[in-house]
């Protein structure tokens, strides 16, 4: 089994940033891709970013794109995402996940293991 645990959520203002990190723990060397997904209330769950196994590959939704930086550092089993030039439709419960692929996939059926999520607010 996996455990991951994400931090760093909270209320900011429009412009602002926040760094997210995903600490992960138990059977780490089962994990290649990993990503982030983000749940707005009374809207379906969806895909933000994604990250290979040793980094060299990344998505992003159209949305985030230059905005929003992932990455990684397996030496403490970490995964981040770096959000700056927040707005107030990025108001949403971000969530971090654990896959067996390698190829940063988009879709949230492919991904194992899930965090509980941590709330980030964007205030205009």
């Known amino acids: 089994q996996v455990q991951l645990v994400e931090s760093g959520g909270g209320l900011v203002q429009a412009g602002g940033s926040l760094r997210l990190s995903c600490a992960a723990s138990?059977?780490?060397?089962?994990?290649?891709?990993m990503g982030w997904f983000r749940q707005a209330p009374g809207k379906e769950r969806e895909f933000v970013a994604a990250i290979n196994r040793n980094g060299g590959t990344t998505s992003y939704v159209d949305s985030v794109k230059g905005r929003f930086t992932i990455s990684r550092a397996n030496a403490n089993n970490t995964l981040y995402l770096q959000m700056n030039s927040l707005k107030p439709e990025d108001t949403a419960v971000y969530y971090c996940?654990?896959?067996?692929?390698?190829?940063?996939?988009?879709?949230?059926?492919?991904?194992?293991?899930w965090g509980q999520g941590t709330q980030v607010s964007v205030s205009s």
């Open positions: 996940a654990a896959t067996f692929y390698n190829n940063s996939p988009r879709i949230l059926g492919l991904y194992k293991y």
């Open positions: 138990g059977r780490t060397s089962g994990i290649y891709g």
